[in-house]
């Protein structure tokens, strides 16, 4: 990869940490909100969607607003704004205004994920894109990471208020960084497209149905994700009587393999030219047959080892829910492109914990557990369906525009 793109990858990768550290420490304290707040699982649940409904419906809007104010601008935006809503969360004295600030926490965070692969797009080759987009988001399995080892020394120590408080400050950091050393986009990157031209091709991307495949194989995957990691902390706590220090360590084997899985899901894309289906039919397979035998391990090291193999597996999936659109479409148009995809996965993100914990209240979490397995195959189904390769994906959207829409070559 050129330098830029290496930069910019370690640049984006320090973001996205710090992003699922300040999303995800929640699941971790979950045990002991619930306790001082009063919540059952339901409530749990809502506050755990509440911030993916709010994710979700800016994915788009925040796609269209980096496409055409600047990738990081927006992004720079976002990161500040949600670094406030983190430490705001620390002095919620109720159900109802943590619910608030969990929402608008969502609808500030959520404009960046859009921008953070158009700002990659800018910086990389098409044939390059899903590896370089692959290892920076390698960075979402790293920030759980972190977010479990960070929750499990600061929660039996000051507590979830505290914890929340001091992790606001992250993203500051982040910010100096990418002031000081963000390159410039690739010089074959910056040609200007007529304005109006982009605007038509642009909803017969957003519209096209190859595009709303690769959102529904990211929908299916977001499932698993959201509704196990959000729910796992407070399974091994509540059924196994674990301490949440050792939860946190439980989660260290599971996370490094998702983040592996994921890279090694974006390089196969890139060299299998996109064809999704071929990593994520096996892969998703595998992942929902270790569903049902998961929440069954009695053995502390057994649940841990089918977890961090399901995690693998899981992982290998993330990247083919994009990688043909990356190599498809000119970065000009990957803000508004990539949030559809994101949305889908946030639309996941609403309703998997929330039906876990209902389903957790009135059957058990057993039956959470194995319910989560439509996620992962719907993905099958979707991966199945949508155009295997970038010359495949522009004809299907071409058609529905009545013209070629444009590549990167076709614009520089």
């Known amino acids: 990869m050129p330098r830029t793109t290496r930069i910019t990858v370690m640049l984006l990768f320090a973001a996205w940490v710090v992003d699922y550290i300040d999303r995800t420490v929640i699941n971790f304290a979950l045990p002991d909100i619930g306790s001082d707040l009063g919540l059952d699982h339901t ?54 205004v943590l619910l608030g600030v969990r929402f608008l926490f969502g609808l500030v965070q959520g404009v960046f994920p859009a921008a953070a692969i158009k700002a990659l797009s800018e910086r990389s080759e098409p044939e390059q894109r899903t590896t370089a987009t692959g290892w920076t988001n390698s960075s979402n399995a790293v920030g759980i990471l972190a977010a479990a080892i960070i929750s499990g020394i600061l929660l039996p120590t000051v507590g979830w208020r505290v914890m929340f408080a001091l992790i606001s400050v992250l993203g500051v950091a982040v910010i100096f960084a990418w002031r000081r050393w963000m390159p410039e986009p690739l010089p074959q990157d910056m040609t200007l497209v007529d304005e109006k031209a982009e605007a038509a091709d642009r909803r017969a991307v957003l519209f096209s149905p190859a595009l709303l ?36 360590i439980a989660a260290v084997p599971s996370t490094l393999a998702a983040a592996a899985g994921v890279v090694l899901g974006a390089r196969l894309s890139d060299r299998l030219g996109g064809r999704p289906r071929v990593i994520v039919v096996p892969a998703m397979t595998f992942t929902a047959i270790m569903l049902f035998v998961l929440p069954r391990m009695q053995p502390f090291p057994l649940f841990v080892l089918v977890g961090t193999v399901m995690s693998l597996a899981a992982g290998m999936a993330f990247m083919p829910a994009f990688s043909v659109p990356l190599r498809a479409l000119h970065s000009a148009y990957m803000g508004a492109a990539s949030g559809v995809i994101i949305f889908g996965g946030q639309l996941a993100g609403v309703l998997s914990p929330l039906i876990f914990g209902v389903v957790t209240d009135h059957v058990s979490y057993t039956t959470a557990f194995e319910t989560m397995a439509v996620g992962p195959l719907l993905s099958i189904v979707a991966a199945l369906l949508v155009p295997q390769t970038a010359p495949e994906f522009r004809a299907k959207v071409a058609r529905r525009a009545g013209a070629a829409v444009p590549t990167k070559e076709s614009l520089t």
């Open 213 to 248: 495949g690769y959102a529904a194989i990211f929908f299916g995957y977001d499932v698993l994700v959201w509704g196990v990691t959000a729910w796992t902390p407070t399974f091994l706590h509540e059924e196994r009587g674990l301490s949440l220090t050792l939860v946190a």
């Open 43 to 96: 409530q749990q649940g809502l506050l755990i969607s509440v911030f993916f409904l709010a994710y979700a419906i800016v994915q788009v809007p925040g796609g269209l607003l980096a496409d055409r104010y600047g990738a990081l601008k927006v992004g720079t935006i976002g990161l500040i704004a949600w670094s406030v809503f983190t430490g705001l969360t620390a002095v919620a004295w109720s159900f109802t």
